[in-house]
């Protein structure tokens, strides 16, 4: 991501009887509620693995997906805008649910996958050569042809390399690495 506000990377939120005010109507909110955009009181039981693990994971996959950008120059948002048509390919899928992007590097080359839909979907995705792929987050090794057909589940993405990285800790992910499916 380019930017994250405060604690988006916890998925910040109130409790259900409490809310964030829209930064032009604050009708539905209480007077206390910060705004969207505004300065959020530091939600410590977010770090709190007992109190609060679905956002421990969500911070530690934001953490792995950083860790790759600052150390792997496929990743690098500078070699990206000085010249986006000659190293970047983003595509959607006929029904525009299904999206991935393609990084072309001298070093390495990274295809992301993601499934923006809320039912299951099937997508052609072209990655850049044939051969073995890494799926960064299933710590996993494949091989693939030049256009690979993938199934993913509802909210389900993937980050494939062609070179092996250090993987994430197992288990941020919501989904399991058997579900999906790859033809």
């Known amino acids: 991501p380019r930017m994250t506000w405060q604690f988006a990377e916890l998925g910040y939120g109130y409790r259900e009887d409490e809310c ?7 009708n539905n909110c209480p007077e206390s509620a910060p705004s969207r955009t505004g300065e ?7 770090r709190d693995p007992q109190q609060s693990p ?5 911070y530690k996959t934001w953490q792995a997906l950083l860790r790759l950008r600052n150390q792997y120059e496929v990743f690098s948002a500078e070699r990206g805008f000085s010249n986006p048509s000659e190293s ?34 099937t997508a052609q995705v072209d990655f850049p050569s044939t051969g073995t792929w890494h799926n960064f987050f299933m710590d996993r ?3 693939v042809n030049s256009t690979q057909t993938l199934t ?8 494939f390399t062609s070179r092996p990285v250090a993987p994430p800790e197992p288990g941020l992910l919501g ?8 033809t």
Do not use: C
Request: no cysteine; proline share 4%; aromatic share 10%.
């Open 152 to 159: 993913l589940r509802p909210g389900e993405f993937h980050v």
């Open 141 to 143: 090794s494949r091989e």
């Open 54 to 58: 679905n956002r421990v994971r969500l």
């Open 88 to 121: 970047i390919t983003m595509k959607a899928s006929d029904t525009d649910y299904v999206r991935w992007i393609k990084l072309e590097d001298e070093t390495m080359d990274a295809v992301i996958v993601g499934n923006f839909d809320v039912i299951e979907r």
């Open 20 to 26: 964030l005010q829209d930064d032009g109507d604050a």
């Open 40 to 46: 959020k009181p530091v939600r410590w039981e977010y």
């Open 175 to 182: 989904f399991p690495a058997e579900r999906s499916t790859q």
